[in-house]
């Protein structure tokens, strides 16, 4: 399906709270370049889609079990990547206002600061243990990757901003997608940061099934 | 940890009515052995674990957005390897027989036939679309192996076998175990047939973080 000229795309779904999505977000733009195949960054709140599911926390919080487990397999896939670790305080964060910045971020035609921008803000809370539902906090990831805090946090709380924001949330929901990060191709869905390489390899076979390499 | 002389372990924790034991099942002999790592096969039962966490059914079906990722996730898996599959029109299965006689198998220090005998009984699960729980399906997956159908199933009902394989399921409590395939060095637990690879360079390398290749 693809044309000689446009490189196949892949859908990145992100959540800011989310564990596994710090280790997608600080890879993926490495292992899509080196795939040949485009990124669309797409901010969406699990809250909501959890909330619907009847759960009112983080399946890691309610099932201690697995969040035991969770916390450990993290800090291994950190340990790995090289990635600043340091679990944080609270969890999970509420990163409504980070995707709402990030929406601003991905209809921003002129500039590319999404990617950079959700590393800060995965590093504030991931590897800094910091509040990232403060706009204090927020506005320093912005400074920090050139952008005006000011300014974008004032277009981040329009209504239009807003209202985007829950419209990528129900095309999550519509495309099956229930965590993150999650990876789609059309309506190919892949779920977890250790889907990505599959992901990007069904993205350059147009659909059909990857081969593992 | 280990001497020269010999190879280092992982246990093996799946159940049969698990899809992703399914996979792990196929493929756990060929990565150890590539590894030079032994493997101790643990059969468990899942059904108390998640009756513990307020579950009274397989969390794929209590979560339909889950389960129907699951099933086109594993149909992925299974068509990268080869792996016949024909979605059963049970799920879960109940897995019991099965696990009493895989305890039997791992028990028999005269044989090594629990590999052969669960990859029947998986095969007969998620490729035949067969009733693993009646005992007609167990025989024969036992003939196909070539083990007495009649004595081994006789062995399966004694009090002894019972015993062992509450313990062997709480013992999986005890390390942290809340889903399968899964698989422990020590006290180090891995969880998910896509933790295979890091699981056996964990084993090999005694303990150090493992380095992804």
Redesign the interface.
Known sequence: MNSAQQPPVIRFWFEFASTYSYPAVARIEAEAAAARVAVEWRPFLLGPIFGA?GWSDSPFNL?P??G??MW??FE?IC???NLPFRRPSIFAQNGLLAARVATVAILDAQAHWCPAFTRAVFAANFAEGRDISRSETIAECLVAVGQPAGEVLERAAQPEIKARLRQATDEA?AL????APSFTIGDE???GN??LE?ALSWAKHGGK????S
């Open positions: 599911q099932y079990a697995k035991r487990y450990r397999d291994r340990v790995e990547m929901v099956g997608i229930f965590g869905l892949f779920w250790d889907r599959q099934p990857p081969v593992i």
